[in-house]
């Protein structure tokens, strides 16, 4: 061998060297080619302000996955990287900076902030880039992009002239989700609901002509009473609707309101009568509005109250809440307080209670552009995987409502457009204007506010793309062929880009979806900071390396379901990733790299039994694996080759070929004489069989089978040009070389099958061994029973290979026993007695006891199956195939006790 390679695996000599072997070859970097089909990928951009978090982790490698095998499948593959601006994040950040220096954004002004945001982002927003390159991610670094670049700006500008010029976009002056800590207009699905233990205040209204009179008012707020104009009753309500038109008045501040009718009051809330409070309530202000009642808004942008709240302007809304309730229960106008629990909104970003608020902003039009997405997942054209989050997406989309898209801070997308002082004209353009075109004046003022996040990467799968202008890459890789994503940003992103695709490219953004899982702790709690309970991805791949990380978390993953995750999981990755290793080093050890292997011409007979037995599982593991990914179900994708290459391929064929390899049968039960064809083949095999296990192991632990893979192409070289089995070795990296096909020449059923009964025999003999404490180096004794004749031939032939894997000193295979051997321990396999002469080695008394309990235990699962089979009731009901399975198991269940009881190995 000419190769060297480590005694032990040590990911920390590898990953960077391969990393920047793929950087520095080009190899994730690819080009609009016409005579390839493409495959893209768009990343989820992480926020600038992100750090590598497990769900960050699992969704890249899952990317990473998908990017690497549709390469190695001969596609044209991109996947787009790039970072999100942002918007509240990362404006949060920099203010906290500003604060602990004493300073605030409104101190340095609006032009200075962004500069100093921008700096920030110089310093620190390539951090999470860095981190995705640490797991192995194979994205198309040249073509980085942020949300927004130069390019990307001008395609949010585009897409706001064209919805606006289409009436698609609109402003008005609208209750909206409030913070009032990032002092900012927030989207519905950027509110998390939480449960809340409250109150429930009943107040009493006097009516004005009647003042011992009232109505009982319930609310969960009593401080926005404050902006109460009307109270509402339902028009079918026989308690109040004699009372509609008549006139209350507001408990501390004396307001006249209005008793109207509405249908919208739910008879079963409170008293069933409620207050209209228009600025501070999203009901209130569509029930305002059929009543055209004027809102009245209580409320700083701060959350402090106004000078609309009397004595209580300046407060805090909490402190006026414990304020005013005192107040009004002096002047006994608290009816009753009711224990209550409801739902409370709160800021997705600082979690801030947020409050509905009457407020101007920018809105799209939702149910237009709804349609066009629902029914582009109702005919396939865009597919969920799993599919149930199919419906999720639906029934977000068919009860969408407006999308409040405008943001009151600044760092974002600034809103293109400019009113005019004079007219007040709204003008929308990508350029700056410099007169109205109304009235002519140049006295135009820009628009404030910025554009929601969400907006700028709802175009990210074409705007990365180089849209709006007609780029190669947009022709040849939109629509992009799959997006990898998490379920919490299903109505956040996923649904608005199918959205903008379809009404701004006319095309669907990608073609398929797959949703994974969240990763929770061993607890099955949802990872956080608050909770302290997060796994750093970073720390464990410096503990166990990259490849050993994705390993664990594919290994635990399944189709889409939510993964319980502890540090020690990542083990099992280390153990596989260590087998690898160890399984290559003995290839590479026992290959020969002499020149003169060329002159060897191999034939199909010069390959043994278990040569052609391993390529036909290994050409089943091709296919299965390919099968897998083909429909996203990389768990099983990566347990098919975990299982092949340690439990068939090391457990098994390794052990058998050592003979060969060594070339010595001194110590062997190997009677033939190994000939340089029949070792030439067993390292031809061995070659091959790695090559095509690394080729399908690289999209899951890239490095590691890098590493391996060349070398083994050092060892291999051209020396093998001449075999049946070719090998993948004339390409620079294994990035670059061939999927395995699956092959109808290479599948070999007689040797699978033989090979199965062999295990089986082997099993039992190991069986035995491990019940009666017999040292696996004790050689044994073996008389093997079937009825079959098939199996005695096939066992007959194969009687070196048993000796030589059961480690046997002598071994009778026959069809029929005159008589039960004395003292011998027996196994049953299916129809197949094995009995291991113990004479000598055990004490037959202890053996006696033992086979009578395996008679007890089986006759007690047979009791079980006879009394589902005299259960009349079962044999109604239950499916004709339940049924023939468990008469076939009692079958079974009869025939081994015979076995065991006309056979039982310990005489007395």
């Not at 090979?755 to 050689?779: C, F, G, H, W, Y």
């Amino acid at each position: 061998m000419n190769e060297t390679i480590s005694n032990q695996y040590n990911p920390k000599e590898i990953e960077d060297k391969w990393y920047s072997f793929w950087e520095d070859n080009n190899i994730f970097h690819s080009e609009p080619n016409l005579t390839q089909k493409p495959y893209s990928i768009v990343i989820p951009p992480p926020n600038i302000t992100g750090v590598l978090h497990m769900g960050h982790a699992l969704n890249t490698i899952i990317q990473d996955i998908l990017v690497r095998w549709r390469k190695m499948q001969g596609y044209n593959t991109l996947w787009m990287p790039g970072t999100d601006h942002a918007g509240i994040a990362t404006q949060n950040v920099v203010e906290r900076d500003l604060a602990k220096n004493k300073s605030s954004k409104e101190a340095v002004g609006r032009e200075k902030f962004i500069d100093m945001i921008w700096d920030w982002k110089g310093k620190y927003g390539s951090t999470i880039v860095k981190q995705l390159k640490k797991l192995g991610s194979a994205c198309d670094w040249e073509r980085e992009r942020f949300t927004m670049d130069e390019g990307l700006s001008s395609a949010v500008k585009e897409t706001f002239i064209q919805l606006y010029n289409k009436g698609l976009i609109y402003k008005g002056h609208y209750v909206i989700n409030w913070c009032p800590r990032c002092k900012t207009a927030l989207a519905d699905d950027e509110v998390e609901h939480e449960e809340h233990e409250g109150h429930l205040w009943h107040i009493r209204y006097p009516f004005r002509d009647e003042p011992h009179l009232n109505i009982t008012v319930a609310t969960t707020r009593p401080e926005t009473m404050l902006g109460d104009v009307a109270v509402a009753v339902n028009p079918s309500d026989d308690r109040f609707k004699e009372m509609i038109g008549e006139t209350l008045v507001l408990p501390i501040l004396g307001r006249e309101l209005k008793i109207v009718g509405d249908d919208f009051v739910d008879l079963e809330f409170g008293t069933g009568a409620v207050k209209i409070t228009p600025a501070h309530d999203v009901n209130d202000f569509a029930m305002a509005m059929r009543h055209k009642l004027e809102p009245i808004t209580v409320m700083n942008d701060d959350g402090t109250m106004n000078s609309n709240a009397g004595d209580y302007s300046g407060m805090d809304r909490y402190e006026c809440r414990q304020a005013l309730v005192e107040e009004l229960k002096l002047k006994g106008l608290v009816a009753k307080v009711a224990p209550y629990t409801h739902s409370v909104g709160h800021c997705y970003r600082c979690y801030t209670v947020i409050e509905p608020y009457l407020s101007d902003q920018w809105f799209i039009k939702m149910k237009p552009l709804a349609q066009a997405a629902i029914e582009t997942a109702n005919n396939g054209q865009v597919k969920f995987f799993p599919e149930r989050w199919k419906r999720v997406y639906l029934s977000w989309l068919e009860n969408v409502r407006d999308w409040c898209i405008s943001r009151q801070i600044w760092w974002g997308h600034r809103i293109p457009a400019w009113y005019c002082e004079d007219c007040n004209e709204i003008v929308v353009s990508k350029e700056t204007p410099q007169n109205c075109p109304k009235c002519k004046s140049s006295h135009l003022k820009q628009e404030s506010d910025v554009l929601d996040t969400w907006f700028s990467s709802s175009l990210w799968p074409f705007s990365t793309m180089g849209w709006p202008e007609k780029t190669q890459e947009l022709d040849f890789y939109y629509p992009t062929s799959t997006l990898v994503t998490d379920r919490g940003i299903i109505y956040f992103w996923v649904a608005r880009m199918v959205m903008m695709g379809l009404e701004i490219m006319q095309k669907k953004p990608f073609s398929n979806v797959y949703i994974h899982g969240t990763i929770l702790d061993k607890g099955g709690r949802k990872m956080s900071k608050s909770l302290g309970n997060g796994i750093d991805p970073l720390k464990m791949i410096e503990q166990y390396g990259a490849d050993a990380v994705r390993i664990s978390l594919i290994l635990l993953t399944t189709e889409g379901q939510d993964v319980k995750l502890s540090e020690s999981k990542f083990e099992m990755g280390r153990n596989f990733a260590n087998k690898v290793w160890n399984a290559a080093r003995f290839a590479l050890m026992n290959i020969d790299s002499n020149e003169n292997n060329n002159k060897i011409t191999l034939r199909i007979d010069n390959y043994s039994f278990e040569d052609l037995w391993i390529i036909s599982r290994l050409n089943y593991t091709i296919e299965k694996v390919t099968t897998a990914l083909e429909g996203f179900k990389f768990n099983e994708a990566l347990r098919t080759v975990y299982d092949f290459f340690w439990r068939e391929f090391c457990d098994w064929y390794l052990e058998i070929i050592k003979p060969r390899l060594f070339n010595d049968n001194k110590d062997t039960k190997i009677q033939e004489d190994v000939t340089e064809e029949n070792r030439f083949a067993a390292q031809n095999t061995l070659i091959y069989t790695m090559d095509k296990t690394l080729c399908l192991l690289h999209p899951f632990a890239p490095f590691l089978a890098e590493e391996l893979w060349q070398k083994l192409k050092g060892v291999a070289g051209n020396n093998f040009s001449d075999c049946m089995l070719k090998s993948n070795m004339d390409f620079n990296s294994i990035m670059a070389a061939h999927w395995p096909m699956h092959a109808p020449e290479n599948a070999f059923p007689k040797e699978e099958e033989e090979m199965r009964l062999l295990q089986d025999t082997i099993r039992a003999v190991r069986n035995v061994r491990s019940k009666m404490n017999i040292l696996e180096k004790q050689p044994l004794k073996a008389i093997v029973v079937s009825s079959f004749k098939n199996d005695v031939n096939v066992l007959n032939d194969r009687k070196d290979f048993l000796s030589q894997m059961a480690n046997l000193e002598s071994i009778v295979i026959t069809d029929s026993l005159a008589e039960k051997p004395e003292e011998a321990a027996c196994e049953v396999v299916g129809k197949i007695q094995i009995f291991i002469l113990l004479s000598g080695l055990l004490d037959p008394e202890a053996e006696k006891k033992k086979q009578e309990k395996k008679i007890e235990e089986l006759e007690k699962y047979l009791k079980i199956v006879k009394n589902k089979l005299d259960n009349k009731n079962f044999i109604e009901k239950a499916p004709e195939e339940v049924i023939v399975k468990e008469r076939a198991r009692e079958k079974e269940l009869l025939e081994q006790l015979g076995k065991l009881k006309k056979q039982i190995t310990v005489t007395d």
